[in-house]
Each structure stands twice: as C-alpha cells, then as structure tokens.
C-alpha cells in the first residue's frame, strides 16, 4: 500500500506501522491503538506561476520517494501536473479527522511527533557490513608484500587442507598459496588450526580466507596482529595465484544496470532481444494476476520466481484465500513475519488493484507520442527486507542467482508452517541414489528429498557441432582470437553461432553413473572406488528443472554457457523411476559404526583390563597395529587423557596421526571426552534392534539425574519462540547443551505436549541406542533415518505426493548476461490458453516465448 494509492496510508503512532484504509480498523480491534497518522498523495495540476502547496497542504520531499520516481515525476511536470501530500490525525473508533500541520488545536509533542513521521526515510539502507562489524585497519605488510613464484593457480572449487580433510573455514595464505583451515570455534566452525601452524612456521602472517572471496573484496587476516585487516592490493595478490576477481567487478558494472537500462555490452546473438521481445508489438495487459513488481535495483531473480509461485493453485489458496486468517494470527509486528509479508504480497499480485488499464485519454496520448506509460506494480521492498534478512547476499543490492533464491523461499516456506499443509511440498520429491561398490559388487540404496531436478547441460551433445568447431577454427586464426586481440580472452565473441543441445541429451547426462571417490564399503571395511546413479523414487506435483548453466574458468571468472535447448511442451520421465532393489542384486551390510556407552550404564563392563588395573597398552581398541600403537604414544605424549586417546585411534580407523586429532578437536568439548571406551555388542533382541534409536552423541544420563537447565539457556530458547516447557526438554534430553537443543527443536518441533511425552518416553525407553554426536529422537524419525542416513529424519519424514511421471510446461524463468551475478530475469507464465511475459512492472502478452533459452522451468503434472 502506497501513499499515492486510493485511500492513502494509515500509520500508528505508537507502533508506526502502515496499513491500508481496509485493514487500519481491524488492526485498531486487534491493538487497541487509536491514533493514526493518515497520508495520501494526490496528483493536481500545478498552479500557473505559483511554486506548488499551500498552508494546508504538504508539498512531497520524501528523498526517498523522490530518488525512485525521478523518470515518472519528470513526465508529470512536463504536462504540468506535481504530486501534492495531505496529511491527517484519525482518532479510533470515531475516526475523527484533524487536518495538519494544526499547531493551534494539537499538542507541541504530538505535532513534533506527526513532522518526524512525515520526513522519515520509510526504507532505510541495509548494505552488507563486515561480518565483525568494527574497525578494520590497513595492513602495513601488504604493501611490500614478497609473495612466492612458485606456480600455484587455486581452482575455484574443490579445496582442502593441506594436512587434513577439512573442507570448511579454509585460509589461503597471500604469500605462498598453501590452504590451511583456522581454528575451531564454539559455533562449530571446522578446522584444527593449521593456517596458524602454517604462520609460525614460516613467517607468512596475510591469509585470506576462501568463502569470503567475492568481486567487492574478501576477509583478510593478519596473524601477526591477530585481527582482520584491510589488504590494498588484494586484487593483485589474488591475482598471483589465478584469482581474477576484479574481472567479475567489470563484468557488474557493464551488465549491473538500473531497471529497465540495456547494457553496454551486447549478449551475444541478441540474447537480450530476444528474451524481453524487443522487436515484437506487445500488448499490455491489466488485471487479477497480471501486476508486475517494480525492480528495486538488481532484484528481478526475486520478481520472476514470485510471479511462478503466485501462479500455482495452491500458493494462491495457501497465502490469498487464507489471507484473513493469516493476518488475524500475525504478531504484533507484522513486518518480520514471514508469512504475512507472502500473503500480502499475493495479495497485491492477484488482486488487481495495481494493475488497471490506463483512462481512454492517456491512453490515445500515449498512442499519438508512441510510447507506453511505465505501469507502477508492486513494491515488493519489506518482502524483500524479511527474506534477506540474515543473509548477506540476498540483502545487498546485486543480482542473484534465481534458482539460489527459489531454495530459500522454499526453505522459509516450510521453516515458517511447521506442522500445517506447506505448499511448497507440491515440489517436493524423493531421489534413490543406487551405489554400487566397485570391488564387491553389492550395493546400497539410500534415499533424499530434493525440490528441483539440476540437469547438467552437456556441450558435447550439440546438434550443430561442426559449425560450432568451423567457427571456432576460424576464430582462433583471426586478429580478434589472439591475446590481447578485440575477440581474445575477455573480449566480445558475439558472433559465435549458439550450440543447440537436445533435451534428451540433458536426461541422458542426468541419468549417466558417476564415479565416487573414497566411499567407505561396509563389506571391504575400508575405503573403495564406487558408482552411484541418480533416479527418482517419487514424482512431484510440479516439476522444477535447473539447467546447470553457470560455471566458473580456472581464473574465477564466472561463465555462462550460452546454450539453446529444445524443452518440450510435455514431458514423461517415467523411465526415470527408481525401482530399488533388483533381482540378483545384494545389499551392502547394513553395519552401524561403533557407539560408545558410559561405563556401567547398563550393568555391562568396559572391554580391556579390569578397573583400576588399565597400562598403555591395555587402552588400545582390540586387535591395535604396531603403527596404531605409536600413534597412541604419540596422543599420550602431547597430554591428551588416555581414554580420549583411545577413542580417537578407535573412531579415526588407525588412519593416522591427523586424522585422530580432527577426531580429538572435533569431540575435546563434550562432557563424555575422557569417559572410557565401550563397545557395545550386536542387540540380540530383534525388536529391539529395528526400533532402537540411533543417536548422535553420547548415550547421556537419565533425564531424572541430569543436573537442572541453566536458566540462561532457557531464556534464549524461549526468545527464538519456543515455550519454557520445550526449551527445558530440548535442553535435558541434549545433556544441557545449548546448540544442540536449538537444532533438536528445529529438527522435531511439536505443538502440544503429547509429542513431549513421547520425546520423554523415547529418552527413557531401553529400546535406544547410542551415537556419536546428537540428541534423542522419536522411535518413528529414527526409521526414516536409518534408510537416509544422509538427511535429517524430519525432511524424510515429510509426506510427498507421488504420481505419473508426465508433465506439461506452465512457466519458465530466463536469464540475460554473462553470470548469475550481474545481468536481468524475466519469466513466461502460461495463462487462460495463452503466454505471458512479467519484465519487472510490465506484463504483456508474449508474442514468440523463447523456450529454448530458459533458465529455469516450471513443469505441472498431466492427470489423465
């Protein structure tokens, strides 16, 4: 609702949020607040010779308002018309109306009050700020920094530890290009230290660190001051071992135009043209869900993927038939909950009301100066502000990957409606991954769920491939394919013919094994080559396809594989179907890993010597090598309790020193650290072997024994909005531990206390048993993660549709540039029989829809 539209805006002066003239009495029922600040904003002719306002009216200075509407103000003025502002006091029930500025009848507060309202920047800036949050200062070190001429390139994936297998919390030193991972926090960041170690071995203090590498800069961290410091000449230091981000800066500021601006660099083969119709008459087209959403800058991935989901059944009858109710059970504010802010949204979208024709006469004005009056749509600036919030990309003004922010709304769909119908389970489907080793021949079956299907686009497969390496050939032997040239590395090929990939080749490349590198083979009991293949075990209600067009060079430029695929009107992916296990196939053994037990927790005595009469040697697990002997000496000698030891030669497998001290710092923290080491025998009792819970930590003690919550741990708990009665069971059935409470929550959420009983009754039972790192489980999630070990048990737990496997296409999102970071979206919905192009504010029927150039695509089931 905007000041502009018909009945103006509605804000409270005790909470000071806004709301339309249709709502402001059902938020006074619901309050209590009675004083509202009542704005509109009308267009009049501006008087002849006059400056515009008046004693009783307000001339419009919103800064704010202004910067946004510059191109539509200078039309206004060019036909003599201005926007003026009106402003009253309403006092609830009576609605009594007190015309401002009154300084005669109204309090000096209240009228100092009503001013501030009125200049307010209703949208403030949220700029992505440094992760810490202070100071950073210049690093006096980078700038003679003497870095290494040793020929390191970094990839731009696929990064490790040089001494261990952290994959996480990865630090490249500026000097030599050796990756180390940093220390381990608190929070559960990975990592044994040895950046540090790296730097008291050499002397090299700059290290960057690998996730923060982006075109606006990365974390640099000094080890010598101990801080995160400011590296100058980080472009060029990075640019020393293949890191060519400055590249990905050009490539923003050439594609990273304002709405409705066309590039200074030409997409390759009318790319741009071609998407948004350029050359074709479109006509416009008004009415119930066909309101475009204004482009706040770079934020066309977020207006396409919603005007998809705002055209599927079930998204309209979840968020807009359920709008009363929604409203009716929002907080008190409305602006960070998130499915108020969906419902009205969809409200606006399917509504109408911001997306009217024009009146006859502007429209023949239009007609006669042959242009077309840019239409206002939907501001979808608090939407945005509530599904950004906490994450710094989608909070920044840049362009982002559409299929990246479809994953999130998905996720705070399902995160907001726990235990209600979520719509987005219409996309969710089950994957069986078949894995077979390649030594023993057996095989294993485990199953995931996924919302979309990611087809990789394989170039090899083009139809036109000889034109392609003709084209090519001749390229390169021209002045512009050689370095340096007009056409070289970074310059223009935009005569390059497209490759045409069939779709079938897309399916197939989805369908084809791929290798996997060291899976651990329960037969082998140890490390082998295996093979894994994807199909599915369900079909969805809507298939979502992502082509895998983005990809990154060796030197971190981004790269989009300019492609045209051939996506079908219907599709049936039948043959795609899991069957699971077939005839003359055999299972690899379904062998846990060991757990570990308390010593005397169920009357059974630790394996070894007996108490009081443990040496060295009696501590190693049964069967321990002469190696795995000096290992143990080795963790005995830098001080580390013996039990603790002995545990983490038993769970790292022997494999080495650093692979039992990633086991050692991984588990220091826990209360069971120094507990001896139990195995615990094959559970004889068949029931309770299938209903035993596997869990992931240390089998704690009784819920009656355990030491009371801390009463801050409480209190944390119920500020994230869970009750006191939760909170206190989370935290006793998670030994007190604060992080792993919160996950339990999130992982099992409840809404009355018969699932507590039931958490209470499963902590209790005997028919559990112990794991490695976690908290107790239901006995009904535990079945669903034993077939998916791989995910959570609520994700598996979730029902999901399932069906023929034939499809019809509704929609498709299209993207133009060269990266997923820069460059514009529009998207194609099929509506009434016919296709429809949403280019921002402007929705018009599409004359020639290029399916071929889709990025993503929006399939819906065909029920015959």
Request: negative net charge; charged residues 25%.
């Amino acid at each position: 609702m905007a000041k502009e539209s018909k009945g103006g805006v509605y804000v409270c002066m005790n909470t000071f949020l806004g709301f339309g003239p249709e709502y402001v009495e059902k938020h006074y029922r619901k309050t209590g607040q009675s004083v509202y600040l009542h704005v509109q904003r009308t267009l009049r002719e501006k008087p002849q010779g006059a400056c515009g306002g008046g004693n009783e009216e307000i001339a419009d200075e919103d800064p704010a308002e202004e910067v946004e509407e510059e191109n539509e103000d200078e039309n206004f003025k060019e036909k003599g018309l201005e926007w003026v502002r009106e402003a009253w006091l309403v006092v609830f029930p009576e609605q009594i109306e007190i015309r401002l500025p009154n300084i005669e009848e109204l309090p000096a507060m209240v009228s100092i009050a009503c001013d501030a309202v009125l200049r307010a920047d209703p949208y403030p800036c949220h700029g992505a700020e440094p992760w810490d949050s202070e100071f950073r200062q210049i690093s006096h070190q980078a700038e003679n920094l003497q870095q290494l001429d040793n020929g390191v390139c970094i990839p731009p994936s696929g990064w490790r530890c040089a001494c261990c297998d952290v994959k996480k919390n990865l630090w490249l030193n500026l000097s030599d290009g050796e990756i180390r991972c940093g220390r381990k926090y608190v929070d559960g960041t990975e990592g044994n230290g040895h950046a540090l170690l790296h730097f008291v071995e050499t002397g090299h203090s700059l290290a960057v660190r690998m996730a923060s590498i982006s075109p606006d800069g990365a974390d640099v961290f000094s080890f010598e001051k101990d801080e995160i410091v400011i590296d100058p000449k980080l472009s060029e230091h990075l640019e020393h071992f293949g890191i060519n981000i400055m590249c990905q800066k050009t490539q923003e500021a050439e594609w990273g135009l304002g709405p409705g601006r066309r590039p200074t660099m030409e997409p390759r083969a009318s790319e741009w043209d071609t998407l948004q119709e350029s050359g074709l008459k479109l006509k416009p087209v008004y009415g119930p869900g066909y309101t475009g959403l204004r482009n706040l800058g770079h934020s066309a991935y977020l207006s396409t993927v919603m005007q998809v989901l705002f055209s599927i059944t079930e998204f309209q009858r979840r968020y807009v038939g359920g709008l009363n109710k929604i409203f009716d059970e929002s907080p008190l504010d409305p602006t960070r909950d998130f499915n108020t802010q969906m419902a009205k949204l969809g409200q606006g979208l399917l509504s109408g009301q911001y997306s009217k024709p024009p009146y006859k006469a502007e429209l023949i004005e239009q007609v006669s100066r042959e242009e077309q009056q840019p239409r206002r749509g939907v501001c979808p600036r608090m939407f945005k502000e509530v599904v950004s919030c906490g994450h710094p990309e989608f909070l920044s003004g840049r362009q982002q990957d559409a299929a990246e922010f479809l994953k999130h709304i998905i996720v705070l769909i399902e995160a907001s409606n726990w235990g209600l119908d979520v719509t987005s389970r219409v996309f969710c489907f089950r994957v069986e991954e078949r894995i077979q080793c390649c030594q023993s021949r057996k095989v294993k079956y485990r199953h995931r769920m996924d919302h979309m299907i990611h087809l990789p686009v394989p170039p090899e497969a083009a139809l036109n491939k000889d034109q392609l390496l003709e084209w090519d050939r001749q390229w390169r032997g021209s002045e512009s394919g050689r370095p340096g040239g007009p056409g070289g590395p970074g310059g223009q090929t935009a005569g390059r013919p497209r490759a045409r990939i069939p779709f079938g080749a897309c399916l197939q490349a989805f369908a084809e094994p791929e290798n996997v590198d060291d899976f651990w083979s329960s037969e082998l009991q140890a490390r082998a080559m295996a093979v894994k293949s994807t199909r599915f075990a369900t079909f969805p209600d809507y298939l979502i396809i992502h082509l895998k067009k983005f990809t990154f060079g060796q030197d971190w430029i981004p790269q989009k594989v300019d492609v045209s695929v051939d996506m079908p009107d219907e599709l049936d992916i039948t043959k795609l179907k899991g069957v699971g296990l077939r005839p003359g196939e055999k299972e690899l053994p379904d062998i846990a890993p060991p757990t570990l037990r308390p010593t005397g927790l169920l009357g059974r005595p630790t394996l070894g010597c007996p108490p009081g009469q443990e040496t060295d040697t009696a501590l190693l697990p049964p069967g321990a090598s002469f190696v795995e002997e000096s290992i143990f000496e080795q963790l005995l000698e830098m001080g580390f309790p013996k039990e603790a030891c002995r545990k983490a030669l038993y769970y790292s497998g022997g494999l080495g020193i650093d692979h039992a001290l990633d086991w050692i710092f991984s588990h220091m923290d826990e209360s069971d650290f120094a507990e001896p080491l139990v195995l615990v025998d094959k559970v004889e009792d068949k029931e309770e072997e299938e209903d035993g819970v596997i869990l992931g930590g240390a089998w704690g003690p009784k819920l009656s024994s355990q030491a009371p919550p801390p009463e801050e741990s409480v209190a944390l708990i119920v500020c994230m909005g869970f009750t006191r009665q939760r909170a206190f069971k989370a935290l006793q059935a998670n030994n007190n531990n604060l992080e792993r409470a919160t996950n339990w929550l999130l992982a099992f959420p409840s809404d009355g206390d018969d699932d507590d009983e039931d958490i209470d009754a499963a902590a209790r039972s005997k028919k559990a048993e112990p794991h490695q790192n976690g908290p107790l489980r239901p006995k009904s999630a535990n079945r669903v993660s034993q077939q998916s070990p791989d995910n959570s048990a609520n994700q598996n737990a979730l029902p999901v549709s399932d069906g023929p496997g034939r499809y019809r296409l509704f929609a498709f999102i299209s993207h133009m540039g060269p990266s997923a970071k820069c460059g514009h979206y529009v998207c194609h919905v099929r509506k009434e029989g016919r296709w429809v192009i949403y280019n921002d504010e402007k929705v018009s029927i599409s004359e020639k829809p290029p399916k071929d150039l889709g990025y993503l695509y929006f399939y819906k089931r065909i029920c015959s």
